[in-house]
């Protein structure tokens, strides 16, 4: 296993989730000079962006539907990636995957499927009403 996402699970609606990303697959276990990015898929429906950091970790971005609710994050080591998501609606469950790729600009953001190399499992979301 490349990526291992966690933190997921069920939660009113209005409430919070932070999800976790770590890197047991990539080299020394840590997301230095990787770009990160968050997906997620709902049932029925095509997987799709939901946030992004550089490998530089200095630019962000964010899917529209999201943006003022969720924030992606790495901690100093780099060694695990978050999602904090706040705000929750029934709209935002999906399974959440992370993903990682080290190639691409330094101060750039991905939001592609096909521009990201390596996967985590993903973790469920649910968010009740």
């Known amino acids: 296993v490349q990526l291992q996402a966690s933190g997921g699970g069920l939660v009113q609606a209005g409430g919070s989730l932070r999800l976790s990303c770590e890197a047991p697959g990539l080299t020394f276990r840590t997301f230095t000079d990787y770009a990160v990015g968050w997906f997620r898929q709902a049932p029925g429906k095509e997987r799709e962006f939901v946030a992004g950091?550089?490998?530089?970790?200095?630019?962000?971005s964010y899917a529209d539907s999201v943006k003022g609710r969720f924030t992606i994050s790495t901690d100093a080591s780099k060694i695990t990636v978050y999602l904090q998501m706040n705000r929750l609606n029934p709209d935002d469950t999906a399974v959440y995957y992370c993903?990682?790729?080290?190639?691409?600009?330094?101060?750039?953001?991905?939001?592609?499927?096909?521009?990201?190399?390596?996967w985590g499992q993903g973790t469920q979301v649910t968010v009740s009403s």
């Open positions: 993903a990682a790729t080290a190639r691409g600009a330094y101060n750039s953001t991905y939001k592609r499927m096909v521009d990201y190399y390596y």
């Open positions: 950091m550089s490998r530089s970790t200095r630019a962000l």
